[in-house]
């Protein structure tokens, strides 16, 4: 099955600064990667997703890279706030199999004021 | 804004004790699924439902663990007899039907002591 690792493991950054969260992943099969945001007692919740079709996607502070070549994709985050702070996730998945889906192990984010 | 219901929010139990867990998709969500995930890992899935038809269960430990969504909307997750090991958070998910698009709740924090 698909293997997903996901560095580093915790991250601190100060305000203002960008944080990058790095996944690779096994199977060439996957076409879907999703980056989920965990903050503390609540569950996941998705904030940016990219197909792999596409190299790049960018929502506002928040951007996906995917290199199929390379089967990496990351999470890129400008001008950190705060609320920022949380444990993000990233997951593969291949969707023309039933979206069975499979998550890195999490990235604690600090962003310290 | 919709969200997917989850109760209870904790649960203490001892071993060998059974426990039951509840999920309420959002409406006219046909796929639920049950993850769970231990402390500093990513989400593991348990099962997958399409409507009341398990579609994937093949990480469900089935000599303890059971799951039934009988008129296709809200689930139940049981443990029994409970073990000291399946202390973890247990997320319930759903999706529409073909959707790649996840939604958690905030999931059922299990303590088994």
């Known amino acids: 099955g698909e293997n997903v690792e996901q560095h580093p493991s915790t991250l601190s950054v100060q305000e203002g600064d960008s944080a990058v969260i790095k996944c690779t992943y096994s199977?060439?099969?996957?076409?879907?990667f999703p980056w989920y945001k965990q903050e503390l007692g609540k569950g996941p919740q998705l904030i940016i997703d990219?197909?792999?079709?596409?190299g790049e996607k960018k929502d506002q502070r928040i951007a996906v890279t995917l290199n199929k070549t390379a089967k990496h994709f990351s999470l890129h985050i400008t001008e950190t706030q705060p609320e920022d702070s949380a444990v993000y996730f990233c997951?593969?998945?291949?969707?023309?199999?039933?979206?069975?889906?499979?998550f890195g192990t999490g990235t604690s984010l600090t962003v310290i004021p | 804004e919709a969200e997917v219901a989850q109760s209870p929010r904790y649960k203490i139990t001892e071993k060998s004790q059974a426990v039951a867990f509840w999920c309420d998709p959002i409406?006219?969500?046909?796929?639920l699924y049950w993850y769970r995930q231990i402390l500093g890992q990513g989400p593991e899935l348990l099962v997958q439902?399409?409507?009341?038809?398990?579609?994937?269960d093949s990480q469900l430990p089935k000599d303890r663990f059971s799951a039934e969504r009988l008129k296709g909307v809200d689930s139940t997750l049981k443990i029994q007899p409970a073990e000291l090991g399946d202390s973890a958070m247990y997320l319930c998910?759903?999706?529409?039907?073909?959707?790649?698009?996840?939604?958690f709740g905030s999931g059922t924090q299990l303590s088994v002591l």
């Open positions: 990219i197909r792999s079709n596409v």
């Open positions: 997951a593969a998945s291949m969707t023309n199999t039933g979206n069975q889906f499979y």
């Open positions: 439902f399409q409507d009341e038809s398990v579609v994937d």
């Open positions: 998910a759903s999706s529409f039907f073909g959707s790649e698009k996840l939604f």
């Open positions: 199977d060439s099969a996957s076409n879907y």
């Open positions: 409406s006219g969500h046909a796929t």
